[in-house]
């Protein structure tokens, strides 16, 4: 990432008075970046129609693609979305937490929040700095990840800082993501075909035994029949993308001493030999948390490396392991649709 000029964005702290500060600024209208255990988000009051406009200026993102609304407790749901049966078991079970849920809208819910569709991505968030910021402003806060559209999503506050310090004031500190990846988009219009529209740090599998039957996957995820027709909003084929070209495997192998140390070699797991500088991983033991932690953080260190390119491996197992190669595959896209 380029180094940011005329940055004016300064960093509140988990006190009283900052809250409090932040709580005014979302109140008057006011944008602010927030941490959630997924990645940063850029809040803004989802009632107010020209504060979440602001929100599309400042990470230059298309109106046609929606924002999620983030809610503190469950009762705050009735507001904003027209409910259904299984909302009640899965909020039981996954929030607060990773999980968003597709629902029909309510007119409470301005037209640009959800690029005038006639429903809304919901969640409530876990990270408990946030949280606090929830209760205390009483709203609704509309927030997509604190990102310049189509970058690398962020996971600490100096992610937001370097990439959008010169458009936005107010970041407000919450240590690194714990999860790293953005939650998991189910949606849930129709209650009888439950369906995810992007993986993430909830498993298809987690919810399957909840809800106690099949979840479709959308076939916007599946990169070889994406087209333009076809995606849902927002979902783009080419996203997350570090300005360095990506190339994605099944597997990498241990390049070559002599060969060229012009390209960085990203493993999910510390490879075994000796390791010269163009090597990265994504975790020591292979542990796949861990590498869904730091993926994003890795991406942009490697983009500001120099590096001509970047070749990584996908993750293989567990659950999490989907929404780190969806997320791979996105950065490797090269064009938004084939
Ligand atoms: O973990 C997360 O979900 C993070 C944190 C900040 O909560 N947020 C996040 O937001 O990832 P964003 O805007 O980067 O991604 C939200 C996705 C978009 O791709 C959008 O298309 C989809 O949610 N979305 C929002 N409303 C939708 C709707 N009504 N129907 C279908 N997709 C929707
Ligand atoms: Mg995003």
Redesign the pocket.
């Known amino acids: 990432m380029p180094k940011t000029l005329n940055i004016k964005a300064h960093i509140y702290r988990n006190t009283t008075k900052d809250i409090n500060t932040l709580s005014r600024i979302l109140k008057q209208g006011g944008l602010v970046a927030?941490p959630?255990?997924?990645?940063?988000?850029?809040?803004a009051n989802a009632l107010n129609a020209k504060a979440c406009r602001a929100i599309f200026k400042a990470k230059g993102?298309p109106t046609q693609?929606?924002?999620?609304v983030?809610i503190h407790t469950l009762k705050d749901i009735t507001l904003i979305a027209e409910i259904n049966y299984l909302v009640a078991p899965i909020a039981r079970a996954f929030w607060p937490g990773?999980l968003?849920l597709?629902l029909p809208?309510k007119t409470s819910i301005p037209s640009i929040?959800?690029?005038n569709?006639p429903?809304?991505?919901v969640?409530i968030?876990s990270h408990p700095v946030f949280r606090k910021l929830l209760k205390k402003t009483g709203l609704p806060l509309a927030?997509?990840?604190?990102?310049p559209f189509g970058y690398v999503?962020p996971t600490t506050s100096h992610h937001v800082y370097e990439s959008l310090g010169n458009k936005i004031s107010y970041i407000l500190e919450g240590g690194s993501c714990e999860?790293g990846?953005?939650?998991t988009?189910l949606?849930l219009r129709n209650p009888e075909y439950p369906k995810i529209?992007?993986p993430?740090?909830i498993s298809k599998n987690q919810i399957e035994k909840v809800i106690k039957r099949k979840v479709l996957i959308s076939s916007a995820l599946d990169y070889s029949k994406v087209n333009s027709n076809q995606v849902?909003?927002?979902?783009?084929k080419k996203?997350y993308s570090p300005r360095t070209p990506l190339k994605l495997t099944e597997h990498l192998k241990l390049p070559a001493s002599k060969s060229s140390t012009r390209s960085a070699y990203l493993f999910i797991k510390k490879p075994k030999g000796i390791l010269l500088n163009n090597i990265f991983y994504l975790s020591k033991s292979g542990n796949l948390k861990e590498a869904a932690r730091n993926l994003f953080s890795k991406l942009r260190e490697l983009d500001s490396g120099g590096w001509k390119k970047i070749y990584a491996e996908k993750a293989h197992g567990h659950a999490i392991a989907c929404a780190i190669n969806d997320r791979l595959q996105r950065a490797a896209a090269k064009t938004e649709f084939k």
């Open positions: 927030v959630t255990e997924t990645v940063y988000g850029l809040a993102r693609d929606p924002l999620i983030h990773p968003t597709i809208k929040v959800t690029s569709l429903s809304v991505a969640r968030p927030a997509p990840s604190a990102n999503s999860i990846v953005e939650s988009i949606d529209l992007r993430g740090g849902a909003p927002g979902l783009l996203h």
